[in-house]
T-cell receptor, first 113, second 111 residues
Framework: AQSVTQPDIHITVSEGASLELRCNYS??????LFWYVQSPGQGLQLLLK??????LVQGIKGFEAEFKRSQSSFNLRKPSVHWSDAAEYFC???????????FGKGTTLSVSS | EPEVTQTPSHQVTQMGQEVILRCVPI?????FYWYRQILGQKVEFLVS????????KSEIFDDQFSVERPDGSNFTLKIRSTKLEDSAMYFC?????????FGPGTRLTVT
């Protein structure tokens, strides 16, 4: 069965500092991988996705993620965090297009000034 | 930019009552989904719908739940007899099938 682990429940980063949010997945084949962001009281916004090809993918709001098959990881990065990036971030995995997404428990990002 | 919409944004109901949550998916999308998020917990898959039938469902999606696409635009989730533990944020999503786009959610409170 698929599963997603986000080891960090809460991370605090200074504004302007770099960010890396960790995501590990368990799945036999190459999964479809996603990062979503949820601001308080809001829905889930798709940041970026990986299906195949180049293992470094670019998303919206200056985020990128790297798929590492050997580590079963899909970590999210941003070189310089802005206060507006404070939110909850979810990593998700799907078996194939059109199927259920399995979400991690999320990482709450706080940004300090 | 097209988006998924959901109504109502907040629904309060008494235990045992039926509720219908409504969603309007993005117009050219073919796959539709319902997820829920209990407060403080992770997002959980309920059901997916394609070609006018359920394509996949989770253990959560028991006989109390049903989905319907009554017309060309709406996608509904019905809970027949609500329980306290059904209190959650319910998200609708749609996809082409690749990226799933989520609506803003309906907060269901069962009292």
């Amino acid at each position: 069965a698929q599963s997603v682990t986000q080891p960090d429940i809460h991370i605090t980063v200074s504004e302007g500092a770099s960010l890396e949010l960790r995501c590990n997945y368990s799945y036999g084949a190459t999964p479809y991988l996603f990062w979503y962001v949820q601001s308080p009281g809001q829905g889930l916004q798709l940041l970026l996705k990986y299906f195949s090809g180049d293992t470094l993918v670019q998303g919206i709001k200056g985020f990128e993620a790297e798929f590492k098959r050997s580590q079963s990881s899909f970590n999210l990065r941003k070189p310089s965090v802005h206060w507006s990036d404070a939110a909850e971030y979810f990593c998700a995995v799907g078996r194939q297009a059109g199927t259920a997404l399995i979400f991690g428990k999320g990482t709450t990002l706080s940004v300090s000034s | 930019e097209p988006e998924v919409t959901q109504t109502p944004s907040h629904q309060v109901t008494q235990m045992g009552q039926e509720v219908i949550l409504r969603c309007v998916p993005i117009s050219n999308h073919l796959y539709f989904y319902w997820y829920r998020q209990i407060l403080g917990q992770k997002v959980e898959f309920l059901v997916s719908f394609y070609n006018n039938e359920i394509s996949e469902k989770s253990e959560i999606f028991d006989d109390q739940f049903s989905v319907e696409r009554p017309d060309g635009s709406n996608f509904t989730l019905k809970i027949r007899s609500t329980k306290l533990e059904d209190s959650a944020m319910y998200f609708c999503a749609s996809s082409t099938p690749y990226e799933q786009y989520f609506g803003p959610g309906t907060r269901l409170t069962v009292t």
